[in-house]
């Protein structure tokens, strides 16, 4: 295909000042047909399925899938091997197409309905190898040596050094976010598989963790892709349904026990949250604390410095935004809600954007949650988070712990 118009997601296309219903915006007069590419072990397939193909289902969260579904009914199609590489690209007639989706299959599904018009074949494909790495394999590991005797702590090591050494012992390699470099222990310890220790690590530093293609995890600040795209109300929305705010168990600090061995009694180290939010959020939001003591000072003051950082990010209230397909809608990145009403517009979190095409056309449905933050991080202003329009609603009182 050929490049006639060039379309950024990121930027107003609706034509300002025209209420003519038949004068479409750029999107609605070029994003007519909807376009997908298929490679399997780097062989484009797509000329060969189409005739077969029946819809591509793409979910970019956590833990990244792909799911094609394909006309079998002649019992002819050819059963691809697992562990096959895939990628697949979306993109819409006279732009450039997207890709959105690398990965393996690890799954086959076959079955039968009549009203379904004869045999299907699906197709199931994970980012992340699970079956030739050591992903969800339990072991142990450690990083430091702890506090010294006559010492209260050690050689402090950074948590993107252990996220690191964890994903490296799975197999896979990790991008960390430079935002989780603060958090330092003298000792860190694994019991349990690089799939698990990672999640935890993601639960307590309140990271965005996602396991994504080419045995790749990602450990990053919530938000920190920026604005990938744009929903807005007569152009490409489709339909809303979202919690801009909404109430939620909060706190004012947090504290951990460790252990002085040089006075033979347990410590307890405290910290005071301050969300950073704006209002009506002032508060540190419920966050994990680790199920056991800390191993030293050091360790306690990174398990609170984690749950402050968890804090600082939280976001509140589930939703839903639908729009006309987007390839360029990511995880962890910010969509813009634009003409629902003061109040509810403005940038939300996406968790999950999940890319249907099928003969129908292309629809992208997008999990969100508010973006408060009003410092204008990752470049975006920080003017356009959700609540712009609340004035002052009554804040929940925060537990007292």
């Keep these: 295909m050929t490049d006639t118009f060039s379309y950024d997601s990121t930027k ?3 034509l300002t000042g025209s209420l003519d219903p038949f004068i479409g915006t750029p999107q609605q007069t070029h ?8 490679y399997v072990n780097g062989v484009d397939v797509t000329a060969n399925i189409e005739p077969f193909l029946i819809s591509v289902r793409i979910v970019d969260d956590p833990t990244l899938s792909c799911e094609l579904e394909l006309d079998d009914r002649d019992a002819k199609l050819p059963i691809p091997p697992l562990l096959s590489p895939v990628e697949v690209l979306l993109g819409w007639q006279s732009e450039s197409m997207i890709k959105v989706f690398t990965g393996v299959i690890l799954d086959i599904e076959h079955g039968f309905g009549r009203k379904q018009g004869g045999r299907r074949m699906w197709i199931h494909a994970k980012g992340t190898d699970m079956l030739s790495t050591h992903t969800k394999t339990p072991m142990q590991d450690m990083l430091g040596e702890g506090a010294p005797p006559g010492k209260k702590e050690g050689e402090m090591h950074g948590m993107p050094d252990w996220i690191q050494q964890v994903a490296k012992n799975g197999g896979l390699s990790a991008n960390v976010s430079g935002m989780f470099s603060a958090i330092k222990q003298d000792y860190w310890s694994q019991t349990s598989s690089p799939m698990h220790e990672i999640i935890r690590q993601g639960e307590r530093a309140g990271a965005m963790v996602q396991f994504a293609g080419n045995n790749t995890v990602n450990f990053e600040a919530p938000g920190e892709r920026g ?3 744009r929903a807005v109300w007569r152009d490409n929305l489709i339909g809303w349904r979202v919690r801009p705010i909404s109430a939620r168990a909060a706190w004012g600090g947090a504290r951990q026990q460790w252990f002085d061995g040089m006075l033979g009694q347990w410590k ?3 910290s005071q949250g301050a969300s950073g939010l704006g209002e009506p959020f ?3 939001a419920a966050s994990f604390m680790p199920s056991g003591p800390a191993a030293s000072e050091s360790g306690a003051a990174g398990d609170n410095t984690g749950a402050d950082t968890a804090s600082e990010s939280s976001t509140f209230g589930h939703g839903r935004i639908v729009i006309n397909g987007e390839p360029a ?3 962890n990145s910010l969509v813009e809600l634009v003409g629902a009403r003061p109040g509810v517009d403005g940038l939300y979190l996406i968790m999950s954007a ?3 095409y099928s003969r129908q056309g292309y629809v992208t449905w997008l999990d969100v949650m508010p973006y408060l933050s009003t410092s204008g991080q990752w470049g975006v202003p920080g003017d356009r988070g959700v609540g712009r329009g609340w004035g002052t609603p009554p804040r929940p009182a925060p537990n007292i712990g």
């Design 282 to 284: 002032s508060q540190a």
């Design 31 to 38: 994003r007519h047909k909807a376009y997908c590419k298929v």
């Design 227 to 229: 604005l990938s795209c």
């Design 329 to 331: 809608a990511k995880w």
């Design 12 to 14: 107003f296309d609706t």
């Design 268 to 270: 307890q180290a405290a």
């Design 354 to 356: 999940e890319h249907q």
